[in-house]
């Protein structure tokens, strides 16, 4: 994706008008609903699946991403596919390419109107979403007031990562997870016990390297991949105990290609330090629901660290398409089934058992 010039960005935010930035303040003419919706008999938890303010979907507009869901992202409409599908909690959070596009002013105003935003539909749909904050990061004393803000204003569930961050004119080329840049970052994260997910990223030049986004999905699972070796190899997951890591897409190649990573059983049959923390971290379902992806997936991680992801983008990534895989995936018990669908959820989430 070609990056964003400075006055793309602001032309992006004129467009959208002024937008209060109180979790209270009405936005984009979506009023709080009558009475909330029924409660689904399925009573799935949903830790990836995106939403976008009415600024955000402005700011993508210009932009050429082709992310038309985000674009027209409508909060009624979201809440019907969820009662559709037996979603009973979706935990919200914003998709690539994150809200940094070269000024770090306009992407702390950015982060804060999103996660206002979703602060706001947590209280207008009680129990119905949690919200993982976005950062401003690169940008890291931003990212630093935004944790702060999150965590103690809008009593977030967690924290959203890209997988890596492109630093125009700042700094020389993506910075990963593990890069010492976010130490700070990850101290704070520490310190808070914060359950951080982390949406891949379309970064170049991987991205370009085929026509008309043909390596897209080629570039996600490979910035995933990419990033989990970033936490590996600095020993951020080690030295971060506290931070409880959920990568997307069922760890993008990751678990395909192990040796690579250097994880392995030793002689005693018992995991070496990496494979350890590769199984201590939580993965999601989107787009890791076929019994092809499944069948090596599952051998890998255990049952109680997979969790339920649709990728919900408006007009795609229904959950309806990961229950049918799930359910027809014939390597899962129902207890097994209804764990990754609500109950390892709300090991993370206790709060959630209330809804």
Known sequence: ????????????????????????????????????????????????????????????????TGQTGLIEWNLAKAVEDMD??????????ISEPGVHFGDDAQARALARDCNDFGAKMMADYPGRFGLFAILPLPDVDGALKEIEYAY?????????????????????????????????????????????????FRAEPL???????????????????ITIESILYTNTATRFPDITFIWSHGGGTMPYITSRFGAAKGPDGK??????????????????????????????????????????????????????????YTGFTPAQLRAIERDNALALFPRLKQG
Request: aromatic share 10%; net charge positive; charged share 15%.
């Open 152 to 200: 103690d204003t809008l009593k977030a569930d967690g924290i959203c990562f890209m997988s890596s961050y492109p630093n125009p004119g700042k700094y020389q080329g993506n910075k990963y997870l593990g890069d010492p840049l976010f130490t700070p970052v990850m101290e704070e994260l520490n310190r808070r016990k914060a359950i951080c997910y982390t949406h891949p």
């Open 207 to 225: 991205y370009s390297l085929l026509p008309d986004r043909h390596a897209m999905g080629i570039t996600l699972a490979t910035e995933t991949t």
């Open 1 to 64: 994706m070609t990056m964003l010039r400075r006055r793309e960005f602001l032309s992006g935010l004129a467009a959208a008008g002024a937008v209060a930035l109180v979790p209270g303040a009405v936005r984009g003419g979506q009023a709080r609903p009558a009475a909330a919706a029924a409660a689904p008999a399925r009573r799935i938890i949903d830790t990836h699946y995106h939403y976008a303010s009415p600024k955000y979907s402005e700011v993508l507009r210009p932009m050429g």
């Open 271 to 328: 995991p070496n330090a990496t494979l350890a923390t590769i199984q201590r971290f939580y993965y999601d379902t989107a787009q890791a629901f076929t019994p092809y992806t499944l069948d090596g997936f599952t051998r890998l991680i255990a049952n109680s660290h997979i969790l339920f992801g649709s990728d919900y983008l408006g007009n795609a990534g229904s959950a309806g398409n990961v229950v049918r895989g799930l359910e027809s």
């Open 84 to 93: 559709k599908f037996g979603v009973a909690t979706s935990i919200a959070s």
